[in-house]
């Protein structure tokens, strides 16, 4: 097994490994790359830590998050290329339908974006994620009505679960460039979220008392999934739900004392996006009920 060849091989997919992998980095950092690769290869340490999951996992866990993103991605540029084909759509203001047509527009960018990144880390990208066609045949209106049955308001549920969704997973990535790529798609996402909302005539910020609040999508508790192997996507294992978007305690801290009048528990709780895990996403309570063919 030739060492230097997989050192190599790790240094073009992560850069930084050869400091990464001694704690001396002062001293080690001052060592040409040669010289790195001679002393790494020579420790012990360097080759117990080069076959831990810990350092495994970073790389392959980072395809596993791109390939969620992807899937996401996907699941709703599907949907709004079934909105702009409905005769629902063909109603619409031209206000309406060009920010639909925009934010169609983001999302194959998006999935563009996050199809190169995966096969530039030699992964296969996900294909075939849409939007369930019976689900679609039963939302009668564009954008008035049951919030639940007009395509704006399942528009409004998504792209609240992709923002919550991203940071989810968003840790994963730390301390790679990676990190930098699913942020800048996460706060495009949050802005598409927003526009949805104004569109509607809610808030523009996930709050309490919206007429979509008590959909499971603002809720958590779900720590195994009921549809967690969807696509071949990986569900990392938790056990603490993630906060529900009601939430007026953060970081342990009560945000609701000491802000007085005229703040409300409603206003503290809508300060804050909470994030959501990969089963809570995945559950057919939420976005996993809506994939399909």
Do not use: C
């Amino acid at each position: 097994m030739d060492f230097f060849k997989i050192i190599d091989q790790l240094s073009e997919v992560d850069a930084d490994v050869l400091g990464r992998f001694d704690s001396r980095r002062a001293v080690f950092s001052s060592l040409g790359s040669a010289a790195k690769r001679s002393a790494l290869a020579a420790t012990p340490l360097f080759l117990g830590s080069l076959f831990q999951k810990a350092y495994a996992g970073t790389t392959a866990t980072a395809v596993e998050v791109l390939q969620y993103a992807l899937a996401l991605e996907l699941f709703e540029q599907d949907f709004y290329k079934k909105v702009q084909n409905s005769t629902q759509y063909a109603g619409a203001t031209a206000a309406d339908k060009a920010a639909i047509d925009q934010i169609k527009k983001h999302e194959d960018s998006h999935v563009t974006l996050l199809q190169g990144a995966i096969r530039g880390m030699s992964g296969n990208p996900v294909t075939g994620v849409t939007f369930k066609a019976a689900v679609f045949a039963g939302l009668t209106t564009f954008k008035t009505g049951a919030a639940a049955t007009s395509q704006l308001g399942i528009a409004q549920l998504l792209e609240d679960t992709g923002v919550r969704a991203y940071k989810g997973r968003a840790g994963e990535l730390l301390g790679t460039d990676l990190l930098t790529v699913a942020l800048q798609i996460h706060s495009v996402e949050a802005r598409h979220a927003a526009k949805i909302r104004a569109m509607r005539g809610q808030r523009a910020w996930v709050n309490p008392s919206d007429d979509l609040a008590a959909h499971p999508v603002y809720t958590s508790g779900v720590t195994a999934g009921s549809n967690p192997a969807q696509f071949g996507l990986v569900v990392p294992p938790y056990s603490t739900p993630s906060p529900v978007e009601n939430n007026t305690t953060q970081s342990g801290v009560p945000i609701t004392t000491g802000l007085g009048t005229p703040y409300t528990a409603a206003d503290a709780a809508a300060s804050f996006d909470e994030f959501l895990q990969v089963a809570e996403v995945l559950d057919n309570s939420r976005a996993g009920g809506l994939i399909g063919a």
